[in-house]
């Protein structure tokens, strides 16, 4: 009963939200109830769940952000058994310039796998390709892009803003949101830059094949560096 009552919120603020975008977008137009339950549940599924801890400042979706463990994204985010294991392979990583007098490390190489993936929490699939990097004696998720086909029923404009707005408050250093939308496509961008870790995510909507495919990518730059 909980969980619908959070529904019926998420659906009323989705409607409300709509009421208020530009003129010209496509998501000007009032949703049927069906619809909007629909999108209203697709935009809790998407934030519910295990988070960030709210100091590493990153942001959260499906349960997934960047700077997890290996072994916690697996755990989220399982691999289809029916659609095969991930596909690795190790990937080099850009070497930051250093003065000539400054003796260069040599940086282990970066972990790129892909993977057809079912949630843990509904068992929704989705295409998901991460990079790993090791951290403290481990690998942990630099990088994490999921890509998922919406069902009909969902509007995709509406739930990008709203997972992009949900963005905005969970983190408190936010420096940047950067938003288009052009037809049926969305693309919204949001930085936290103010940390010693810059975090980064885009939310993608456009269509595909007769669907709307929703694309959330997370990503984290190393501690110290001035960009994602």
């Known amino acids: ?54 100091a590493a400042q990153t942001y959260s979706y499906r349960e997934l952000y960047a700077g997890m463990s290996r072994r916690a994204l697996e755990t989220r985010a399982p691999a289809d058994a029916e659609a095969g294991k991930p596909v690795c392979e190790d990937v080099p990583v850009p070497e930051p310039k250093a003065h ?19 949630f843990r929490r509904d068992g ?4 998901v390709e991460v990079t790993y990097a090791r951290e403290h004696g481990g690998e942990v998720a630099r990088e994490i892009i999921v890509s998922r086909d919406l069902p009909l029923d969902v509007d995709g404009l509406r739930l990008a803003r709203t997972i992009a707005t949900a963005f905005e408050q969970q983190t408190s250093v936010l420096d940047r949101r950067d938003e288009s939308f052009e037809g049926h496509t969305a693309h919204i961008r949001v930085g936290a830059t103010s940390g010693t870790r810059q975090n980064f995510a885009e939310v993608t909507v456009e269509p595909r094949g007769g669907r709307e495919r929703l694309t959330v990518r ?9 960009g994602s």
Do not use: K, N
């Not at 975008?21 to 697709?42: F, I, K, V």
């Not at 997370?218 to 001035?226: D, F, T, V």
């Open 1 to 54: 009963m909980r969980t619908r009552s959070a529904i019926l919120v998420l659906a009323a603020l989705l409607g409300a939200a709509g009421a208020g975008c530009r003129s010209g977008s496509q998501d000007d137009e009032p949703l049927s109830p069906q619809d909007s339950l629909a999108t209203a549940r697709e935009a809790s599924e998407s934030l519910a769940g295990d988070v960030a801890d709210a």
């Open 124 to 127: 929704s699939p989705a295409h």
């Open 218 to 226: 997370l990503s984290r730059a190393p501690a110290g560096a001035s």
């Open 100 to 118: 000539a007098a400054q003796p260069r490390t040599p940086l282990a190489p970066q972990r790129h796998c892909v993977f057809d993936a079912r």
